[in-house]
């Protein structure tokens, strides 16, 4: 501490934030944060927070850092990470996107913290001046209340900061890999960027440095997952519980996973269509007792188009208590997608 201080005094450049520093900055801001917002302590929405995202804290390679990850009582459609692991994802949020999509949001910002966006962006910047500097060091020597009007300053600095396009860009990319280590499949950051992408709301979010800002997602990022998702490797581990069978839960399953199903992808469910598709059936060898979805336009990527949606049903159906169900995902006359599903 004292080399420190001599270092500043001699105004020797410091330009590196150490990890306690890091983490006694992101613990003040969470203050702020909690008390302005309010935790909510559901435990159903919390187990799910916590299990998703500590599977993806395991592999995100800082271990230097004690992830934390909390629903904050909003109902904004967010989630933001404050320096040091401090992770928290909207109870709306919760509500509305599957596990698949949650752990998306929550590899992008763990991303954040990872690769230590907020932490560059200060060392670049205003922590260069003595006078931050000194109130880091104090900060992480305990001697927070003699120096709480910069610290305020310093804590508002880290909230309001903003992300680059290519700080968001390396979350959403590395964000996703993250997310295919830890059993996800990455396929379902498409679906998180397609929901988020729908969720803007052009009020003044109530974070700035979260994952929906005052802008509109920007389309680049939904078509750059093009690119990254395909060639992630993932293994579907301990994160999909098989449920033994339940054949008479089925029918009002099937109708609740179309309607997942047409939310969480797009796709609509377009009677006239349909029925005319129907006919197409006997031709594609498949028994007319399958559900038939029609999407318009397909994805683009054909291999990413099945895997998306295997797996968005598999969740949804593994989840609803069936174990079998057999997809088949092919080209209609006019150029749409049918997707025929069968459960077992
Ligand atoms: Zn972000």
Redo the contacts with the bound molecule.
Sequence with gaps: MRLLLFLLLMGVAWAEVSTQQEVALGRQAAQKIEAESGIDNSPELNRRLQTIGQSLARVCGRNDLQFQFKVLATDEFNAMALPGGFVYATRSLMRGMSDGEIAFVLG??IT?VVQRHSIKQMENEQMRKVGLLAVLVGLSGGRVNQQSAQLAGLVDQVLDSR?SQA??SE?DRLGTAMMARAGYDPAFALVALRTLAGRHNSETPAFVNA?LGTHPLPLERITDSYSYIPPLAYSAGANVAVVPSVPSRVRPLLERLTQAVVQSTGWRQDPTLMSSCRGQLDNMNLDREGFLLVSPAGEPDNSLERRLLTQEVAQRLLRGGVSRFGLALRAGAEGERLVWLKVR
């Design positions: 992008h910002e954040h992300f700080d968001e979350a994952m």
